[in-house]
């Protein structure tokens, strides 16, 4: 008599959206947006890099106000932890790797330091002056032109420290991919990842308040 061997097959994971759509809109413009304010400085088109650089700060303030009001992983409560936790991560940093459904809590030091230092060169370039005194930002005529030459020099210093970041947030991005078996990027792209806790649904009222709030800011800072 033959006994079979019955095989149970496990069944996928299912996707589910960790990252909403405005999320990644705003992290890829940020990405593009760098680069532009960048391009823009070095060429000397200053009418597009103040346009680029007001762009940004409504992001900001977009992102700023989601990380309060947002989706359950946009928000910085959900993310942000202390060094207890921080370091418990890094002591469970082995293979096989499991995914945090968002910034895990090493990540977010990452994205607060992003937020952080380009929280400050904006609004340092929005009080800057350049040594003729010809190009300034929106905000430069409520200081002086020495506070504005300072707020110039700090604007320039911090796109330093932001590359810094940058170029440790990528090479983070490499090690998760290459030793973690772990791909970071698809997951800001498509705002699924197998198996992960849903960010939950859309908030589209507070999403539109987020929109306004932003507008109005940029608004604000040329009147």
Request: avoid cysteine; glycine fraction near 8%; aromatic fraction near 12%.
């Amino acid at each position: 008599m033959m006994t079979e061997t019955v095989k149970t097959a496990r069944a996928p994971l299912k996707d589910a959206v960790i990252w909403d759509w405005s999320l990644r809109v705003f992290h890829w413009s940020a990405v593009l947006l760098i680069v532009l304010l960048w391009w823009s400085a070095e060429n000397g088109i200053m009418d597009w890099h103040r346009r680029f650089g007001l762009t940004m700060l409504g992001l900001l303030v977009f992102r700023l106000y989601w990380g309060v009001a947002g989706t359950k992983t946009a928000r910085f409560k959900s993310f942000v932890k202390g060094p207890k936790a921080v370091r418990a991560y890094l002591r469970e940093m082995k293979r096989p790797y499991v995914p945090a459904a968002g910034h895990n809590p090493l990540g977010a030091l990452s994205v607060v330091a992003l937020l952080l230092v380009l929280v400050l060169q904006v609004g340092a370039g929005l009080f800057a002056v350049d040594v003729d005194g010809l190009e300034s930002g929106p905000l430069s005529r409520f200081v002086s032109f020495e506070a504005g030459r300072a707020a110039a020099e700090f604007h320039e210093t911090s796109f330093n420290i932001l590359l810094a970041l940058i170029v440790l947030h990528v090479a983070a991005i490499a090690f998760y991919f290459a030793v973690l078996k772990t791909n970071l990027v698809r997951a800001m792209v498509t705002g699924k990842r197998a198996g992960a806790e849903s960010a939950g649904p859309f908030p589209l009222a507070r999403f539109l308040i987020g929109v306004v709030i932003a507008g109005a800011a940029v608004a604000l800072v040329q009147l």
